[in-house]
């Protein structure tokens, strides 16, 4: 069992720049970052692998959000730059267990293990 614990979120204004971190309680292979809006589905955000060859985001082309991690740490970053009203979410931490290929990289939210409680992002106009 791994135990996954995000912070770092917040009440900012648009424009303005978050950097949400998650704690794991063990060594895991690839992890993401998915959010929830109010009413809404929840939908994947970013992700990246163990080795972080490999790393995947809705917002890619415009450098808004970019996810990192610190496997030294068991540690998980995402930066969110730029952000917007409709960024404003419930963002959740996800991991997949230690034991599957190091350059694997998961973005849907039914391939992932364990999920954290996760951590709000409030953007105001």
């Known amino acids: 069992q791994v135990h996954l614990v995000e912070s770092g979120g917040g009440l900012v204004h648009t424009g303005d720049s978050l950097r949400l971190s998650c704690a794991a309680s063990a060594r895991t292979s690839t992890m993401g970052w998915f959010r929830q809006a109010p009413g809404k589905e929840r939908e994947f955000v970013a992700a990246?692998?163990?080795?972080?060859?490999?790393?995947y985001s809705i917002d890619s082309e415009r450098g808004r959000f970019t996810i990192s991690r610190d496997n030294a740490k068991n540690a998980l970053f995402l930066q969110l730059n730029s952000l917007k009203p409709e960024d404003t979410a419930v963002y959740y931490c996800a991991a997949k267990g230690a034991y599957y290929s190091p350059s694997y990289v998961a973005t849907q939210p039914q391939d992932y293990d364990y999920w954290g409680q996760g951590t709000q992002v409030t953007v105001s106009s």
């Open positions: 990246i692998s163990r080795l972080g060859d490999k790393t």
